[in-house]
């Protein structure tokens, strides 16, 4: 296996768009991507849009966009059938989404944030002692990235938006990993699964930083379908999804996504995620 492939579909990115009637057997399956890591990964995007295509029996491609936000808005305007999204976007715009699937990491549809320093930091153990530092976000519309450590933040008494010196986006979990390790910022927020699979990959990225905190497991990112998506082509995908471990090429394309499969998921694997939006728009106010 070329492991080296091994994050490139990863985050809370991948979208699966289609049409707003039923599918033609002609009409492409556009499924865009995020821009979360930096390696080629042409060559594993070519054996999944093959998989998709043989699966589906509808031609796929896939197309890049560079943030959540802009995927979001496709699919809230129903110009894309399906999204791979982060547990925040699908909790606030949950009616304009349907839940299709559920990742499996470690057996279970669930992840963690990371709350992460330079490895050079030794003495750093709490979100609260980097009061006054730099401080990496990977994306507005990030659980993982964002939404944790901003409530996490407000439980401990303090404002979030005055708690460090100064915050940025990467618009990347390995850019905030990759930011913190070379000491552009002093803390960082990350998708633990993202973490843990890189460091599969790429041990020297990740061995320039440390997990200093881990939160509760929440619910992996989901994949979603637009809320007016017909019965069939919502069906079909979801067949294809949840049977990728059924045969060798799946399973093969699944452990370079370093997942065990998906299964079909309940809304309430993000209740708590819902929690802690609804704590920080009610915080804003």
């Given at each position: 296996?070329?492991?080296?492939?091994?994050?490139?579909?990863?985050?809370?990115?991948?979208?699966?768009?289609?049409?707003?009637?039923?599918?033609?057997?002609?009409?492409?399956?556009?499924?865009?991507?995020?821009?979360?890591?930096?390696?080629?990964?042409?060559?594993?995007?070519?054996?999944?849009?093959?998989?998709?295509?043989?699966?589906?029996?509808?031609?796929?491609?896939?197309?890049?966009?560079?943030?959540?936000?802009?995927?979001?808005?496709?699919?809230?305007?129903?110009?894309?059938?399906?999204?791979?999204?982060?547990?925040?976007?699908?909790?606030?715009?949950?009616?304009?989404?349907?839940?299709?699937?559920?990742?499996?990491?470690?057996?279970?549809?669930?992840?963690?944030?990371?709350?992460?320093?330079?490895?050079?930091?030794?003495?750093?153990?709490?979100?609260?002692?980097l009061k006054g530092k730099v401080f990496a976000y990977s994306d507005?519309?990030?659980?993982?990235?964002?939404?944790?450590?901003?409530?996490?933040?407000?439980?401990?008494?303090?404002?979030?938006?005055?708690?460090?010196?100064?915050?940025?986006?990467?618009?990347?979990?390995?850019?905030?990993?990759?930011?913190?390790?070379?000491g552009l910022a002093q803390g960082g927020a990350v998708d633990g699964?993202?973490?843990?699979?890189?460091?599969?990959?790429?041990?020297?990225?990740?061995?320039?930083?440390?997990?200093?905190?881990?939160?509760?497991?929440?619910?992996?990112?989901?994949?979603?379908?637009?809320?007016?998506?017909?019965?069939?082509?919502?069906?079909?995908?979801?067949?294809?999804?949840?049977?990728?471990?059924?045969?060798?090429?799946?399973?093969?394309?699944?452990?370079?996504?370093?997942?065990d499969g998906f299964v079909a998921g309940d809304e309430h694997l993000?209740?708590?995620?819902?929690?802690?939006?609804?704590?920080?728009?009610?915080?804003?106010?």
């Amino acid at each position: 296996m070329h492991r080296r492939r091994l994050l490139q579909l990863i985050s809370c990115a991948v979208t699966l768009p289609g049409v707003g009637r039923a599918h033609a057997e002609s009409q492409t399956v556009r499924i865009g991507l995020t821009p979360v890591f930096l390696d080629d990964q042409l060559d594993f995007l070519k054996q999944l849009r093959n998989h998709f295509e043989r699966r589906l029996g509808w031609p796929v491609s896939f197309v890049r966009r560079g943030s959540y936000r802009e995927i979001i808005e496709l699919v809230r305007v129903g110009k894309l059938d399906f999204a791979w999204l982060c547990g925040y976007p699908y909790v606030r715009f949950k009616r304009d989404m349907k839940l299709l699937a559920v990742p499996l990491y470690h057996g279970k549809p669930l992840y963690q944030s990371y709350l992460i320093v330079p490895a050079a930091d030794k003495r750093t153990s709490s979100l609260t002692e980097l009061k006054g530092k730099v401080f990496a976000y990977s994306d507005p519309d990030s659980n993982s990235g964002y939404l944790y450590p901003q409530y996490s933040l407000l439980q401990a008494g303090e404002n979030p938006a005055s708690f460090f010196s100064r915050t940025f986006f990467t618009w990347g979990h390995r850019k905030v990993i990759e930011a913190v390790g070379v000491g552009l910022a002093q803390g960082g927020a990350v998708d633990g699964y993202v973490w843990d699979t890189l460091a599969l990959v790429h041990p020297e990225i990740t061995a320039a930083t440390r997990v200093i905190s881990r939160s509760p497991d929440l619910g992996h990112p989901p994949i979603v379908a637009r809320a007016g998506i017909p019965d069939i082509e919502f069906r079909r995908m979801q067949k294809v999804l949840l049977s990728m471990g059924d045969d060798r090429e799946g399973a093969a394309l699944l452990k370079t996504l370093n997942l065990d499969g998906f299964v079909a998921g309940d809304e309430h694997l993000f209740d708590s995620i819902a929690d802690m939006a609804k704590t920080l728009a009610e915080a804003r106010r």
